[in-house]
């Protein structure tokens, strides 16, 4: 077994931040890539920032698949490896990579093909269409490479690998940041082609973060001729990727859904919902790279509460869980109270109109106060992940998106307060619900059942 592939100590806070600091830099990089074509984009013109936002955003519905099949080759490939089946892990890793490339071409095929009704039912405004347009249609020519991105990026994290992908994002920054510059607004000497220059970028960039990914599997000789496993065994393992992939896809959906639901029910708002629409928007922005490091140890959780199930350990991926679960508490706890005192300024700063200023801020300090508990569901998650036990992760996010954090918002934001604060309160309600639910989970129920374990009569694929 590679030293990549070893199933660290649990008891090891140092193995934990060895497999997190690389994965939360990853997601800077992820950060710096967003933050630079929205920069370069209103650098540009102003109706270029709303397409590329509008069609950014919604992209992530054509990413639903790629990020479920990602969730089941993580479970599955880590357990293999973790039990010691290296031939199923490699077959497991060839099976998802050609499922990657197969469902990019469709969906790509389907979305290219409908892709005027797709902008019509986004009541895309006359003036931002032509430029919507062709984002969307260079996103969906980028389908089929980004989806062998993400899933690629999937397998290394399922082996322990987490610097290949963090490389490979470094890559994808680095690339788009100079075609934005260059090819958006003509720096370094290279042609000005504006809007067309910053949606190239996002596609030689993702490209070459793909073809990195790719040398590395073939050089390491992770990717071979025999990755390729027949039919028959095709047919056995697809089950479990599907068992696990599809609540994962399920839950995106919903989540996303929810959030364009939320963000209706803060545009219908009795008082002040413009300047409450504007401060939710900003507060996100922040708010995002606050949970930075959460995603982190969401798949620090999933990667190592496979390899111990695999290995049949289910005391030590108990004890592994509730060790990341301290970990990732503890520190966002703390970098919560250290931003505390910069909320304001920080509100100021990303949304300078005084009515947004306070909207921006009221929702900062109720989203700050949930942080212990948006940390606690986003591990637990990873945790779930990790075992295959999907399931629990879509009943419990959609419950409380669905029949709390709406509900609850709309009764408190439309009725009771009459503002966005009822909102915010509501988000803060779903996330303790969430939490709490989830923990229980963990504790009290039989989730290691989803796992792949070796015993007998199992159902899992032979190598």
């Known amino acids: 077994m590679s030293n990549s592939e ?49 069609i950014s955003q919604t992209f992530l519905f054509f990413l639903v698949i790629a990020i479920a099949i990602g969730n089941g080759c993580v479970a599955a490939i880590s357990q293999s490896i973790g039990a010691g089946l290296h031939r199923r892990a490699a077959r497991y890793i060839g099976l998802v990579v050609l499922l990657g490339l197969v469902c990019g071409l469709v969906i790509s095929g389907f979305g290219l093909s409908f892709r005027h009704v797709f902008l019509g039912i986004l009541q895309t405004p006359d003036e931002i269409y032509p430029i919507a347009m062709y984002f969307l249609k260079i996103y969906l020519m980028l389908l089929p490479v980004y989806y ?3 899933i690629t990026n999937a397998v290394f994290r399922a ?33 000005e082609f504006g809007y067309k220059g910053v949606a190239w970028a996002t596609l030689l960039s993702v490209t070459g973060g793909t073809l990195y ?8 000789g992770i990717l071979v001729r025999d990755s390729f496993a027949p039919w028959r065994w095709a047919r056995h393992a697809l089950p479990y990727l599907i068992k696990v992939a599809a609540p994962a896809g399920g839950t995106q959906a919903l989540w996303h859904t929810g959030y364009i639901v939320l963000f209706a029910i803060v545009a219908s ?11 939710l928007a900003a507060g996100m922005r922040i708010e995002s790279l ?28 108990k004890r592994a869980g509730l060790r990341i679960l301290g970990t990732a508490c503890g520190i966002m706890s703390i970098i919560a109270v250290c931003f505390w005192p910069f909320i304001d300024p920080m509100a100021r700063f990303l949304a300078p109109e005084p009515d947004v200023t306070v909207q921006a801020a009221v929702y ?5 106060i949930s942080i212990p508990f948006t940390v606690a569901s986003m591990t637990l998650g990873g945790i779930m992940t990790g075992a295959g036990a999907t399931i629990y992760n879509f009943w419990i996010y959609s419950s409380a998106s669905w029949l709390v954090r709406l509900p609850v918002a709309y009764i408190l934001g439309h009725l009771v307060l009459k503002d966005a604060e009822g909102v915010y309160i509501a988000m803060l ?35």
Request: avoid cysteine; charged fraction near 10%; glycine fraction near 8%.
């Open 269 to 279: 708002l009795p008082f002040d919902a413009i300047n409450a629409l504007a401060g």
């Open 6 to 54: 070893q199933i660290v100590d649990p008891t090891s806070y140092k193995a934990i931040w060895n497999l997190a600091w690389p994965q939360i830099l990853m997601m800077m990089f992820h950060f710096l890539i967003g933050f630079v074509d929205v920069w370069v984009a209103g650098q540009i013109d102003s109706n270029v920032q709303a397409a590329l936002g509008m």
């Open 159 to 191: 082996k322990m690998m987490v610097f290949v992908p963090m490389r490979s994002i470094a890559i994808v920054a680095l690339v788009n940041t100079i075609a934005d510059l260059g090819f958006g607004l003509g720096w370094f000497g290279l042609p």
């Open 213 to 220: 990914n790719f040398a590395v599997l073939t050089g390491k």
């Open 364 to 368: 900062l300090k109720y989203n700050i």
């Open 290 to 317: 606050l949970f930075l490091p959460a995603f982190a140890f969401n798949m620090t959780a999933s990667i190592l509460i496979g390899h111990f199930l695999g290995a049949g350990n289910r005391g030590e991926a």
């Open 148 to 150: 062998v991105f993400v």
């Open 429 to 463: 309600v779903s996330q303790v619900f969430q939490s709490t639910t989830m923990f229980y989970i963990f504790m009290r129920r039989d989730w290691y059942r989803f796992s792949m374990i070796k015993r007998k009569n199992s159902t899992a694929p032979a190598a």
